[in-house]
């Protein structure tokens, strides 16, 4: 019993067990016009990918892209660029991780807070129009 909650501790200090992954962090912020969404894995056994996932209030969480692991102690960084498209400026995100033998678990959520300028809105939708 005692190793349990030692182990426990350790988790909860120091990052997250999730599914073959173990996450050291896991962070969202609003970055010139973008919300870049970064975390570090301390190991990954097992994984097959990583999938971000986007909500906003009241909405369920849609697939926004899909990254392959590049092993242990790993950093990732991701822009997403599509955030300007909707008129809501709070963001949850969370990553949805599978497995080999596919199956899920996901990490925390975390929200990030993001304007982006009626400029901004409209030039990113013109692009949106030639692609």
């Keep these: 019993m005692k190793i349990k909650v030692v182990l426990f501790a ?4 120091f990052g997250t067990i999730v599914a073959g992954a173990f996450l050291d ?8 016009g973008k ?5 570090k894995t301390a190991s990954e056994s097992n994984l097959k990918e990583f999938v971000v996932e986007r909500r906003t209030h ?11 692991p590049k092993g242990n102690n790993s950093y990732y ?11 809501d400026v709070i963001y949850v995100y969370r990553l949805k991780i599978f497995d080999r033998d596919n199956s899920t678990s996901y990490s925390r959520e975390v ?8 400029f901004k809105k409209t030039w990113g939708s ?3 129009m030639f692609r």
């Design 35 to 39: 919300v870049k969404i970064e975390w």
């Design 111 to 118: 929200s990030v807070s993001h304007s982006v300028s009626g």
């Design 126 to 128: 013109i692009k949106a």
């Design 77 to 87: 960084a991701y822009y997403d660029e599509g955030a300007y498209k909707t008129t």
């Design 58 to 68: 009241n909405n369920p969480f849609m697939e926004v892209t899909t990254i392959a």
């Design 10 to 13: 350790l988790i909860f200090a």
């Design 25 to 32: 962090f896991f962070y969202a912020k609003s970055e010139d």
